[in-house]
């Protein structure tokens, strides 16, 4: 504390022009007092002007005052000197090369600390006293000081710049609003300032948001990981006890004596050469569960075969199919269909702007107006398509009910292409996904850009089967009947998603059924 009343005592008695302590003072006639040789330079200065000035306040003088030492004040000085106090050391004040400095410093200069706009000239915190004890100044706008004081000054009328106009987005002065920016939308630039950190704050607070939802979705993501590797840990381990078993089989059936072997067996029919395709496909398992039933099968069946006698293995080649026993054969009726009833929801993040969702995202309707749902990386940016949020695997039925001028019903991959008008993004013209397009008097299939006429009944509703493990994908006219339009044999390597696109003015609904 005692050390702060020492440096405001000194800084009493510096001289504002020098910024030292104060060297034979003299006081002028305003009350301000300065060392005698600083303030006989600086009116030296002025003396062309024949008006010489008072360097804080401004004040004019004519004629040049005379100069009388201010005994008082020498004494005062003189005691500080005596009793120790001496100014503060000032040098962390001066400007260096990258700081702002006082325009009013002769000499040495020091950093300023504020930029008048009214002035337009920065000023350090001994010359700046005036902006605050003269009435003169009163009204001037002071800021931080800043190289850049000159962007804040009109170009053009040397104005300072105050007004923003939103019409060009930049800010212009007073004059500028009753010549090129006539007419146009101005602010003040204050508010235009307030609006935009308001705008900033919200933008911050949904970038927050997203951050979290993403951290929700990581950690979602981990537990699904976690999942899988217990799953697939799990079928390894059934997986190898099973083919322990499958060995053990197999030696046992090689150890047969060889005599009697070719006594039971003294001449074997040559086999046929096999028209039969493998109908055993690789299918993309979510989990690892299936695995073992499986394996399971595939156990099963070989002790069939090897029960069986030599001459009937021409028999059993065909019909060995580990992943798709005969007995899994398509629904022949609707109740059947039913069993594998799967409801479904379209997902908001995937739907082009264009797609009204409504019934609880089970419905979809084009409009020429844009939606203004958030950007997304899912979202079809120009296809007026959406996908549901269900990842579709096994068997799974659905029916979807359009209105209007038609509609294209798809199944596809998660990862098809979003971004732009390209094949590659709209359904059916890529290998990526499946569309059954329906009008008012027709349909038409298309995969990978393949149009494929479909002839049958014209209805209101689709009904979609799919049997995803063995690759079948079929679409029914749905009335009083159920009529198979048509069907689609393929090996799926990815889950599905349901995707519909509807014509301009045209409604779908995936229906919910009982």
């Given at each position: 504390m005692a050390q702060r009343q020492n440096q405001t005592e000194s800084v009493k008695f510096s001289c504002s022009i020098c910024l030292d302590q104060l060297k034979d003072p003299v006081t002028i006639p305003c009350g301000h007092s300065y060392c005698i040789n600083c303030i006989k330079d600086h009116w030296d200065g002025e003396d062309q002007r024949r008006i010489h000035s008072c360097p804080q306040c401004r004040k004019e003088f004519i004629p040049r005052p005379g100069l009388e030492k201010n005994i008082m004040l020498a004494e005062f000085v003189e005691e500080l000197k005596k009793t120790g106090l001496q100014a503060a050391p000032a040098d962390h004040c001066y400007a260096e090369p990258q700081d702002m400095a006082c325009d009013v410093c002769t000499g040495r200069k020091r950093k300023a600390v504020k930029s008048c706009l009214v002035c337009l000239a920065s000023y350090c915190q001994n010359h700046l006293q005036p902006h605050y004890e003269s009435p003169t100044f009163k009204k001037h706008n002071l800021v931080e000081a800043s190289t850049k004081l000159q962007q804040r000054i009109c170009s053009r009328h040397d104005e300072v710049m105050k007004i923003f106009c939103r019409t060009d987005q930049q800010c212009i002065c007073f004059l500028c609003t009753m010549e090129e920016h006539k007419g146009h939308k101005t602010v003040p630039a204050a508010a235009e300032r307030a609006e935009k950190k308001k705008k900033l704050q919200e933008s911050r607070q949904q970038i927050h948001q997203r951050i979290q939802d993403k951290e929700k979705d990581v950690k979602l993501l981990q537990q699904e990981v976690e999942a899988i590797n217990v799953s697939a840990d799990k079928a390894v381990e059934d997986s190898e006890k099973i083919f322990t078993e499958l060995i053990r089989l197999l030696q046992e059936r090689s150890s047969e004596d060889h005599n009697q072997f070719l006594l039971n067996y003294p001449s074997l029919p040559a086999l046929r050469e096999s028209t039969h395709s493998s109908r055993i496909k690789i299918c993309p398992l979510r989990f690892f569960r299936n695995v073992t039933a499986a394996v399971t099968e595939l156990r099963d069946k070989l002790q069939d075969v090897l029960k069986e006698t030599w001459t009937n293995i021409e028999l059993m080649i065909p019909v060995v199919d580990v992943l798709q026993p005969k007995s899994e054969l398509?629904?022949?009726?609707?109740?059947?269909?039913?069993?594998?009833?799967?409801?479904i929801t379209l997902d908001p993040n995937t739907a082009n702007r264009k797609l009204v969702l409504s019934q609880g995202n089970r419905k979809a309707t084009l409009m020429e107006q844009q939606q203004s749902y958030p950007d997304h990386p899912d979202r079809f940016t120009n296809c007026d398509q959406v996908l549901s949020k269900e990842s579709l695997t096994g068997r799974c039925y659905w029916e979807v009910?359009?209105?209007?001028?038609?509609?294209?019903?798809?199944?596809s991959y998660n990862n098809i292409s979003r971004a732009g008008r390209s094949k590659e993004c709209l359904f059916g013209f890529n290998d990526k996904s499946w569309s059954l397009r329906c009008d008012t008097e027709s349909y038409t299939f298309f995969n990978s850009g393949v149009k494929t006429p479909v002839p049958g009944p014209v209805s209101s509703r689709i009904g979609v089967y799919l049997d995803h493990r063995a690759g079948i994908l079929s679409f029914y006219s749905i009335s009083e009947t159920m009529t198979l339009l048509h069907r689609v044999q393929t090996r799926f390597t990815q889950p599905l998603h349901a995707g519909i696109q509807p014509y301009y003015g045209s409604t779908a609904e995936f229906k919910k059924l009982k």
């Open positions: 398509e629904p022949k009726n609707k109740a059947g269909f039913l069993k594998y009833l799967q409801e009910e359009w209105r209007g001028g038609g509609v294209n019903v798809a199944v």
